[in-house]
């Protein structure tokens, strides 16, 4: 915070707590000769008139606590600018003192866990809750909590894999993170290319296609597509190019759906993990998500 915006809120704390104050008294002084002698407030509004009664007592005095209050808690507390308050307390410290309580209690638990090897952790009952737990709160937003994906979000019970279902596989996907890089083609192209092509795919997926398109579509497939998705269309896990063959469609199988795909591209994208969670909880999530194609 700079200089200039330290100063200025300190300004606006204090003289908010002042003018405050300074109302409290300034009503309280107020001279009951200056008001009409029926004891009102000689306002009238649709034939309501309003009395000129003090306020209650213990209802001012909370006006004068919440005040009290006030100031001692930006006596102790940060809240008056860069002012730290006589206590010492942040919210980094605090979020700091969570974490080193839950190392205490979990760490010892998780690098346990870490010593055994993934297809080994996922037969571990208690492992796999834990496993379980963790998915539920920094994954299934995406992978939905059943983790059956949705569209653009991977299933993960399944055995199709993207980027290849090998433990080490998994936990590089958890650890670095995964974009997909599927180009857009409508300008390399042309709409016309891009049918043959959706056609073609249709065609090797086992849909209903056009027979004149897809063969068409063959050659557009064997010069522009052949180098990610193999020359038979079934996918490279090493650019996590999807495999076209199958009946499991990241973004949907339809005409439509697969010519939009072509068209504007794709480029799904799985968060990295390793600054979030950690080498040993990434290494029992993904016991977690092996155990789910794995443990049936
Ligand atoms: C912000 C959304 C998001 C979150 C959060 C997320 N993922 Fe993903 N994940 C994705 C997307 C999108 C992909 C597909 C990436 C692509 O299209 O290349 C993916 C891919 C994956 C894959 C690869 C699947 C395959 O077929 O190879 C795995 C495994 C995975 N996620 C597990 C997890 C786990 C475990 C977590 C929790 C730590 C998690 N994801 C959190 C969006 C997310
Ligand atoms: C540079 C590598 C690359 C090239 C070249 C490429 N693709 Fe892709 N393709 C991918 C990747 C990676 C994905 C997955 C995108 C994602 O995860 O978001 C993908 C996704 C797709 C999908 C969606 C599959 C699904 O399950 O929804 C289709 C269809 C597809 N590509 C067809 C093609 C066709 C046809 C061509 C040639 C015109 C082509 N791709 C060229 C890498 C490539």
């Excluded at 894999?161 to 958890?174: C, D, Q, S």
């Amino acid at each position: 915070m700079s200089n200039f915006w330290n100063v200025y809120i300190i300004a606006l704390v204090v003289l908010n707590i002042v003018g405050c104050a300074w109302l409290l008294m300034w009503t309280r002084k107020m001279n009951p000769a200056d008001m009409p002698a029926d004891g009102t407030t000689g306002h009238e509004y649709d034939g309501i008139r309003e009395y000129n009664n003090p306020l209650p007592a213990w209802w001012l005095y909370l006006f004068w606590i919440t005040l009290v209050f006030g100031v001692a808690y930006l006596v102790l507390y940060p809240g008056l600018g860069k002012f730290q308050g006589v206590l010492g307390w942040s919210s980094q410290q605090e979020v700091a003192q969570d974490e080193a309580a839950y190392q205490k209690q979990y760490g010892a638990i998780y690098a346990d866990y870490a010593k055994v090897a993934i297809p080994e952790l996922a037969k571990d009952a208690r492992a796999m809750k834990i496993g379980g737990r963790l998915f539920a709160n920094n994954c299934a937003a995406c992978h939905g909590t059943d983790a059956h994906g949705a569209r653009g979000f991977p299933n993960l019970t399944d055995s199709d894999w993207l980027y290849g279902g090998e433990p080490e596989r998994i936990v590089e996907t958890l650890t670095q993170g995964r974009t997909g890089m599927m180009p857009a083609w409508k300008e390399i192209l042309g709409d016309e290319g891009v049918k043959k092509a959706t056609h073609y795919v249709m065609s090797i997926a086992g849909r209903q296609a056009d027979a004149g398109l897809a063969a068409a579509g063959q050659e557009v497939f064997a010069t522009n597509c052949a180098a990610c998705h193999g020359a038979d269309g079934k996918g490279n896990p090493l650019m996590g190019a999807p495999n076209l063959t199958d009946k499991v469609w990241l973004y949907g199988g339809t005409e439509a759906a697969i010519t939009q795909t072509l068209a504007e591209g794709r480029q799904g994208h799985m968060p990295a993990q390793k600054d979030l969670l950690g080498e040993e909880r990434i290494h029992l999530l993904a016991a977690y998500v092996w155990s789910l194609s794995n443990n049936r």
